[in-house]
């Protein structure tokens, strides 16, 4: 079973405006990274945040992390076109082996010009 | 540095056949992890390798296995195929680092199985 739901599945937009995808997990974790996914390809690694951080910045990208709420949030900021792709979270299980990612169902996004 | 290369990339197999799927890690990366990606279950781990050793297994049947060479690379091998083994598979590498497992990885471009 997965660990990580995301929501919304899927979110259209319009060039310029900005994009939040949610993430949550049910059990405790030792980090929670964002990865980003075009067209069934391989998968990009964007941002990785730990169990004791609550916010990460890296360009346009904002990550927040609840732990509290088992919840993250990906903000992508100013999307452009170049920003349609599918975006998962993973998390590494406190104890559950460093590099075994478990991911979420992921959001598929759509950035129009 | 030369990113994490898989082969081949496109692979048509038939029912009960075996298949073979190779990945080459970044330099340097001793750790290789292996990833099944379907429509229907999504991306689900199957097993990690280090330093030859398979570290981590995820939940999937014995007619997957794996093994890794002393150069780092790994390859899985699937036995007696399954309809529903197409899919993607991702393999991904990362190098140990003094994160205490907060380490990213670098995923290759993935091997596409269709078995017909």
């Known amino acids: 079973s997965q660990q990580g739901e995301e929501d919304p599945q899927a979110l259209s937009i319009q060039e310029g405006e900005n994009a939040t995808m949610n993430c949550s997990y049910k059990?405790?974790?030792?980090?929670l990274q964002w990865y980003r996914q075009n067209s069934g390809r391989g998968l990009v690694h964007l941002i990785l945040i730990r169990s004791n951080e609550r916010e990460k910045h890296s360009g346009r990208l904002r990550v927040t992390l609840d732990t509290s709420k088992k919840s993250s949030s990906l903000l992508i900021t100013a999307s452009r076109a170049a920003d349609t792709a599918s975006y998962f979270c993973?998390?590494?299980?406190?104890?559950?082996?460093?590099?075994?990612?478990?991911f979420g169902a992921g959001t598929r996004l759509a950035v129009h010009p | 540095k030369a990113g994490v290369t898989q082969t081949p990339r496109y692979l048509i197999k038939t029912r009960g056949q075996q298949v073979t799927l190779s990945c080459s890690p970044i330099s340097g990366h001793r750790s290789v992890s292996w990833y099944q990606q379907t429509p229907g279950q999504g991306l689900q781990f199957l097993f990690e390798?280090?330093?030859?050793?398979?570290?981590n297994k995820g939940n999937f049947p014995g007619r997957f296995s794996g093994r890794q060479f002393s150069n780092s690379r790994s390859e899985m091998n699937v036995s007696t195929l399954e309809l529903g083994d197409s899919a993607l598979y991702l393999c991904?590498?990362?190098?140990?680092?003094?994160?205490?497992?907060?380490?990213?990885?670098?995923f290759g471009p993935g091997t596409r199985l269709t078995v017909l």
């Open positions: 993973a998390t590494v299980l406190l104890g559950g082996g460093y590099n075994k990612l478990i």
């Open positions: 991904a590498s990362s190098s140990p680092g003094a994160g205490g497992g907060n380490n990213e990885q670098f």
């Open positions: 390798y280090f330093s030859e050793t398979q570290r």
């Open positions: 059990t405790s974790i030792n980090n």
